[in-house]
């Protein structure tokens, strides 16, 4: 099923999670009266939102209960997690940056939204001793959780619309609650049109990510409290981090654990094709010409024109067996076109979500099993929750999305990847950490841009060096320009009309031959494809520069790229032009520790080659 662009949306079914009103952001109010706006609640910090039936509720004493226990072992976690991050910035010279924390949940970022008064939140929390933060929304619209897709109706409580008689989980869900000591609270709701109202749990952090739902299907139906504490750590009980499925799915669709074989085969191919062509070229040249001396035979022809026609058949030889790159026609059809420099638009997730949202394409891939939209469908599966959060960041009046739909199909897919593989831990790593270790704090900051090139012709390694010599000349003027989040800007634009069999001869080419420029900038530019076999620096088994679409990504130039820069795979000329452009940008800099270590390994591998050439 494909959804319609719409001003307002309204939900498919039960399942579906549709923002229900585009003109701002819901707001919530604290036990101060003072309201506040959603998405600043998790926009900087990490944070475990529980959405209640109602504060006299017994399963809602129920699950704050359970939720103070799991926050017990979070600020415990929490704790170490800081002391060891101490310790280690303290070995390095450095000190801890906030940013290292706030994506991590700490004893601060549990959250309860409830309906009803602030008399009876507060009642509530004494009754609890729930030392998180509480505020309430509007029992009467109830905009946050109809935002979060929560299921409200008689039938979560009665057998369906028209019966009177409890539902049997309900009921068995009441009798578990009783003996463990919970009942529901003394007198009624003062709003007795939320009976029907079901909670929820979330996972919710910095750059609008989203790794745990769980929306309850009937009154008293509680979610898998160790699966929500592993989603909201990130880490199993031995210490060692949580794979999310979304992370699974991802690694096993990009096959990150297998080598590719078709760097071989693309070679005997292109070999194959440059034979052919000098074969195809060395027996039509002496055909023309003897073509000609045949013609001339019968009907004498001028000396001038004899040579016009053996210039324009040796040049159609030329081009159609391709022996000559510049005088293929494709590249013939471009040089009469207008050179008008092209002009690659970028987006920021932000304008992603906000885009996804308008257009109607749901997506809620961060705690999808089955159902993560991988392909360049034409059609988008509605089986899925639409995001969970993106909508919170929704504001002012929605306008016409200026991305073409696939396009938008592109950028989504690519902001699901950065999301769900390279912002979170993977076992196959073999160091503990997100895949790529910038992505998080880049979402956080809204300073990672995205683009689409679509070319009309097959996209060369023309078209990709005109595309990335262009962005090298801007990247310095996007925001952040300057301040320490400057190191965390980024750029990734995806080639879709290069095909597999062409990544190397575009992507890779391209790569390599613009990335001492790039260097010598400051920066660090990167090839992504499905065939890429570079491997993670501490697993050979792992390949970590794979994407659906054929990419390149550039970001700024760190102290520790330097086993990007001196590779055993460069040659020694590279590896040199790398490592001085490297040291030339590290000079100005303050380094701690570690990164003065990375230094002087560069400088010392520097002299080290040049000894030897």
């Not at 003062?190 to 989203?210: A, D, H, M, R």
């Not at 055909?287 to 210039?311: E, M, N, Q, R």
């Amino acid at each position: 099923m494909k959804l319609k662009t719409a001003k307002f949306l309204t939900t498919m079914d039960d399942s579906n999670l549709v923002f229900q009103n585009l003109e701002g952001c819901p707001t919530v109010t604290g036990m101060d009266g003072k309201k506040v706006v959603l998405a600043d609640l998790f926009r900087e910090k990490r944070v475990i939102i529980c959405f209640l039936r109602h504060f006299k509720c017994r399963f809602c004493y129920e699950m704050v209960a359970a939720l103070n226990k799991m926050r017990d072992i979070v600020a415990k976690d929490y704790e170490e997690h800081l002391l060891s991050l101490e310790k280690k910035r303290s070995e390095e010279g450095s000190k801890v940056n906030p940013e290292e924390i706030n994506d991590r949940l700490g004893p601060d970022g549990f959250i309860v939204i409830g309906l009803g008064t602030e008399a009876e939140a507060t009642e509530f929390r004494n009754i609890t001793n729930f030392k998180g933060s509480i505020y309430l929304d509007d029992p009467e619209d109830r905009l946050v959780y109809r935002s979060f897709g929560l299921k409200d109706g008689k039938h979560t409580l009665f057998q369906n619309e028209n019966s009177s008689k409890f539902r049997e989980e309900t009921i068995k869900a009441a009798k578990r609650a009783s003996d463990k000591g919970f009942k529901d609270g003394e007198g009624i709701t003062s709003y007795k049109s939320i009976y029907g109202q079901t909670g929820g749990l979330f996972v919710v952090g910095p750059g609008n990510s989203c790794d745990y739902v769980h929306r309850s299907s009937y009154a008293g139906d509680h979610p898998d409290m160790d699966e929500a504490m592993l989603a909201a750590i990130g880490k199993k009980l031995d210490g060692t981090d949580f794979e999310y499925q979304s992370t699974k799915k991802w690694r096993e669709k990009l096959q990150s654990s297998t080598m590719q074989d078709s760097k071989e085969s693309n070679r005997s191919q292109s070999k194959s094709k440059d034979k052919l062509s000098k074969i195809v070229t060395l027996f039509t040249v002496p055909l023309c010409l003897l073509l000609l001396w045949l013609i001339d035979a019968l009907h004498p022809i001028p000396f001038t024109s004899k040579l016009l026609i053996c210039v324009v058949l040796l040049l159609v030889t030329l081009i159609w067996s391709e022996a000559v790159p510049p005088l293929r026609l494709a590249s013939l059809r471009r040089f009469w076109k207008s050179r008008k420099k092209r002009y690659t638009k970028l987006y920021t997730p932000q304008d992603v979500d906000a885009f996804s949202i308008q257009s109607g394409i749901a997506c809620d891939c961060s705690v999808l099993d089955e159902n993560i939209f991988m392909g360049n469908s034409d059609e988008v599966d509605t089986n899925v929750h639409a995001n969970d959060i993106n909508q919170a960041f929704l504001e002012g009046e929605p306008k016409s999305c200026p991305v073409p739909p696939e396009d938008l199909k592109e950028l989504q897919l690519m902001l699901c990847y950065l999301r769900e593989f390279c912002g979170k831990p993977n076992p196959m790593l073999g160091r503990p950490g997100s895949t790529c270790p910038f992505v998080p704090t880049a979402l956080r900051k809204n300073s990672l841009y995205m683009g689409v090139v679509r070319t009309e012709e097959q996209t060369t390694k023309e078209d990709v060096m005109e595309v990335v010599s262009g962005l090298l000349e801007r990247f310095s003027k996007l925001e952040p320009v300057s301040g320490k989040y400057e190191i965390y800007k980024s750029i990734v634009v995806a080639f879709p009309k290069v095909s597999l069999e062409r990544v190397r001869e575009c992507i890779d080419a391209a790569q390599a031959e613009i990335k001492e420029q790039f260097v010598q900038r400051g920066l660090m530019i990167g090839e992504f494809h499905l065939l890429n076999n570079t491997t993670a620096l501490k697993n050979e088994g792992f390949f970590p520069l794979r994407t659906l679409t054929p990419c390149m990504a550039m970001r700024r130039l760190v102290p520790t790229d330097t086993p990007f820069l001196d590779h055993a795979s460069y040659s020694k000329e590279k590896r040199i032009k790398y490592l001085e452009g490297y040291l030339e940008n590290m000079k100005p800099k303050r380094l701690s520790k570690t990164d003065e270590k990375a230094v002087l390994d560069a400088t010392a591998a520097l002299e080290k080659l040049k000894k030897e050439q």
